[in-house]
């Protein structure tokens, strides 16, 4: 592996930004060993939102599965990613339906259809991630008041049956 003090500031961008659509790539119950393999192994997984951090991957992994098994997704929104030599930020709407207890400290009970504006703050080290911070805004999907995101021409959006 090359190391970074060898690459150019754009090589180091390109480098987290590809650890980043790896991560998010392989954050399924199938790929999630993938996911996981691209953190350090001093990691940092945090979501203050829900009071949570956690220091190792195996733990992590645990989260993700428990995660996985609590939603159903209906859409996701990509509104922003861009990176620089150390910090990766992705930034999208997640609309789900809760659907079992898995997301540990969430505000809505089981059965509740959720927007969640969430920010992602990945810090990266030698092509790697070692902190991954989730900023999580929980809204309920049908308050119109509250899901009320300006969403750029160029999202991306995806929408599941």
């Known amino acids: 592996m090359t190391s970074s003090s060898e690459l150019t500031r754009d090589e180091l961008i390109a480098r987290n930004l590809a650890a980043v659509e790896s991560h998010f790539h392989n954050e399924t119950p199938e790929t999630i060993d993938l996911a996981i393999a691209g953190y350090t192994d001093d990691i940092v997984w945090e979501v203050p939102a829900r009071g949570l951090v956690l220091r190792d991957r195996e733990d992590v992994k645990q ?64 092509g790697k991630i070692c902190r ?13 008041d509250r899901v009320n995101d300006d969403v750029p021409a160029g999202a ?4 599941f049956s």
């Open 63 to 126: 989260e993700y599965l428990r995660i996985f098994g609590s939603m159903t997704i209906h859409k996701i929104t990509n509104l922003y990613r861009f990176a620089t030599e150390e910090w990766v930020f992705d930034d999208s709407i997640f609309e789900w339906t809760i659907t079992d207890d898995g997301f540990r400290n969430c505000p809505y009970p089981v059965g509740t259809r959720v927007s969640i504006r969430l920010l992602h703050a990945f810090q990266c080290r030698d």
């Open 132 to 144: 991954e911070n989730g900023y999580e805004i929980w809204r309920r999907a049908d308050d119109k």
């Open 156 to 159: 991306h959006v995806e929408i």
